[in-house]
C-alpha cells in the first residue's frame, strides 16, 4: 500500500476523525492504484502526525463535481471548497474508507530524530522513496 505524509489543518483533521469528512480535497495529488495509507500532519499548533486515513484511489475531477461529493452533513460546503479551488479548473477528491487517530502523536521533533532534515510538506509527500524505509516502519508501530 502506497503511503504518504499529508500537511492537514486541525479542524480538517477533527472532521475526518469524527466521521464528518468523507473525503479530502487537493488541488493536486498524485494518481495511485489500489488504496493509499495517509498519515495526517497536523499544522500549527500541533505539529505533529495525529493519525491516518485509508483511502481510494482519487477521483479527478471539474469543481462542480467535487462539489457533487459532498453530503448533507458534510465538514465542507459547497461555498469553502470553491474558495479553496479559486482558479483551479479541476481538483482531486481521496474518498476515505477508513479512519484512526492515534492515541499517541509522532511530534514535529520526533520526526526530526527519525528524518534530519525533515521539512513538513506544503500539501504532501510520499513516503515510497527509499530513504523513507525506516520511518515508514516506524509510523507502522505508531497507534
Excluded: W
Excluded at 466521521?19 to 498519515?39: M, N, T
Excluded at 465538514?75 to 492515541?103: C, M, Q, W
Amino acid at each position: 500500500m502506497i503511503k504518504y505524509i499529508l500537511s492537514i489543518n486541525k479542524n480538517s483533521a477533527n472532521a475526518l476523525y469524527v466521521g464528518s469528512k468523507k473525503h479530502e480535497f487537493r488541488k493536486r495529488f498524485p494518481k495511485y492504484v489500489g488504496e493509499a495509507r495517509i498519515f495526517l500532519y497536523e499544522t500549527s499548533p500541533v505539529k505533529a502526525i495525529t493519525g491516518a486515513i485509508i483511502c481510494s484511489p482519487p477521483i479527478e475531477g471539474s469543481i462542480d463535481s467535487m462539489c457533487s461529493l459532498l453530503g448533507p452533513n458534510s465538514f465542507d460546503t459547497e461555498k469553502t471548497l470553491r474558495k479553496y479551488f479559486g482558479d483551479s479548473p479541476n481538483g482531486y477528491a481521496l474518498p476515505v474508507i477508513h479512519v484512526e487517530r492515534f492515541k499517541r502523536s509522532v511530534s514535529l521533533d520526533e520526526i526530526r530524530s527519525l528524518l534530519r532534515k525533515f521539512t513538513p510538506p506544503m500539501s504532501f509527500l510520499s513516503l515510497e522513496n527509499e530513504k523513507y524505509g525506516d520511518f515508514r516502519k516506524y509510523l507502522a508501530g505508531v497507534k
